[in-house]
């Protein structure tokens, strides 16, 4: 029996991109990258948990924040090369700008507006004073 992490196509540095999205709303709340390690670890868990590339190591979200993502229900795209983890984020906040999504951005006439309030300010939810998770 192949193990089921083998049916996903991992890119060249062993990860693929995993979608953060509200369980109720359907709401696309953030993506980041997953290795086999963390894949495996956010199904034991039952907790979203990624690759950080940029501190090269796991991600617990929510591990300094406190705004974990418990695990509804996990998919994989067509060509096996995307996740989706369907999510209960906790507080409402996934972005680390105290934002609900990471998307918070609209493109009109040529610009980026913002669109959706800050909930949380960021320093009053890492207080250890950097802005990302």
Not at 40 to 51: F, S
Not at 101 to 119: D, N
Not at 122 to 128: H, R, S
Request: glycine share 6%.
């Amino acid at each position: 029996m192949s193990n089921w992490l083998d049916s996903i196509k991992w890119d060249n540095d062993g990860l693929v991109p995993a979608i953060a999205q509200d369980h109720k709303t359907g709401r696309i709340l953030m993506m980041a990258w997953m290795n086999r390690e963390s894949l495996q670890l956010t199904v034991n868990e039952n907790r979203a948990i990624y690759w950080s590339r940029s501190r090269a190591k796991l991600w617990r979200k929510g591990e300094e924040s406190g705004h974990v993502q418990k695990l509804h229900e996990l998919r994989l795209d067509c060509d096996a090369d995307v996740i989706i983890l369907m999510v209960e984020q906790l507080g409402n906040i996934a972005c680390h700008t105290g934002r609900e999504s990471c998307f918070y951005r609209v493109y009109e006439q040529g610009e980026w507006k913002i669109v959706e309030p800050i909930i949380k300010d960021p320093a009053a939810i890492y207080a250890t004073g950097h802005a990302h998770e």
